[in-house]
């Protein structure tokens, strides 16, 4: 099984038998969601952006807590929406690849700041 | 190769030929993340949890797209800090299990407010 | 002097006595104030919205909190970028009345997922 | 009247002639605040800490929109809930005067790592 299917089945699984799928709304969810993200811009938020491609190793662990959280709440809202994330993301890029052309937008930040 | 291997190393090629690695900071990328994960919110900010269930076509292939980002962008954070994502889920989820026992805390939101 | 204008000096000195200015870049403040947001996020997420009209005196006490902690980053980012939020909120709230005619938008949730 | 006043007061109407006070739950306005505040963070992303500081013309027009509509959400979540926001802000300064003694803290960004 894919590892994306791994972590819906147990997710789902956990929130089975804690009774908590009462909670998990696809509203609530993507505020959960936001709030998991909002705790890496926590950690991030006074560090130089060099600072920030060399955390301490106790830095670090927190940050990989957070990123499964992130993922776990991710997984859990893809599920109730009955959303394939794989195949979202797979459309998702081919969609960026056509609308950013390498040949065009290299190593231009203009794409950024041009939404 | 697994679901989230793929999506690396796709997401990865795809900043690299566009010379964008340059910007991609886990500083930077962390905010990335948190505004494509408000993107979601923002769908769903008016809506009542009962109208989150069930979306209309059209807002569901929004949601579809923005869980895309979500998705990619922690997969380059990831990527960038050397954090296997499917381990990181493992871990955290052994974790919840021993700090939420379901016979304790089943069907109640008191963990959810407990904080 | 004006409750904004209190503030502002107040935080200001606050961040200067502790030569904390350093830190207090506007992407570094942003990222500070989403931060915060999202604390507010978190007290309301599992919460319905029937529940998050009518708080605990203990949740409310930190609902306050993060309000003060909102309106202080909010207030430093503008002091650093010299923005009067006073004057830039009359100038929104003009084309927001332009553009949400009363008597088109009443009632509707239209403008709401119309973007 | 206060500036803070003043803005609950124009909000506060502008919602009632719309009919729009029905979505203004508390919830929801914490999540439309977040939104505003990840729109802030947006057009930053990807900017240097030092790019931030010397913003665009246009770029700083859009950074003054997003500025109010965090404050006028802020403004509605706390009318909704009965809050003074300068006296909170009041409040939690006290707390972080005392929380973080000048002579202790000076220059230091261990603070702000250390939560």
Known sequence: MSDLEDIKIRARRFAEVRDWEQFHSPKNLVMALSVEAAELVEIFQWLTEEQSERLS????????????????????????????????????????????????????????SDY
Chains 1, 2, 3, 4 share one sequence.
Do not use: F, W
């Open 57 to 112: 190793d106790e830095t670090l662990a927190r940050v990989v807590d957070e990123i499964a959280d992130v993922q776990v709440y991710l997984v859990r809202l893809a599920d109730r929406l009955h959303v394939d994330i794989a195949a979202a993301v797979v459309q998702k890029m081919e969609k960026n690849e056509d609308k950013y052309p390498a040949e065009l937008v290299r190593g231009s930040a203009r794409k950024y």
